[in-house]
């Protein structure tokens, strides 16, 4: 397995565990782009991730393992088409509108 350029974890190490609509826990985190009570976007090794709900509040943020939790009411998580290093790169925007995504319910 290849190494992501300029940290120690496997490139495409990216996996979203959403427990309840209540707590979410992300790997493969480059960075957090924003964040407030009701919007967080994540960059991931799989492209940008935007979580939008209630009460958002982050629990966890570990960019040298490129771990990231959050809990409260999330109601939505989206996917941007291509991102840093994921499937699909180059192509998409990068911000403001995200791109089309796939929206969990």
Do not use: W
């Not at 609509?21 to 994540?42: M, N, P, Y």
């Not at 941007?80 to 290093?85: D, M, P, R």
């Amino acid at each position: 397995m290849t190494q992501q350029p300029g940290s120690g974890r496997p490139a495409g190490a990216h996996r979203l565990v959403l427990e309840s609509r209540e707590q979410c826990s992300v790997s493969g985190v480059l960075r957090v782009a924003s964040f407030d009570d009701k919007t967080i976007v994540l960059e991931t090794d799989c492209g940008a991730l935007t979580l939008q709900g209630s009460e958002l509040q982050i629990q966890q943020l570990d960019l040298d393992a490129g771990t990231f939790a959050v809990q409260g009411v999330i109601s939505s998580a989206t996917y941007s088409t291509g991102g840093a290093g994921g499937r699909g790169a180059g192509r998409g925007r990068r911000r403001g509108g995200l791109g089309v995504g796939r929206r969990l319910r």
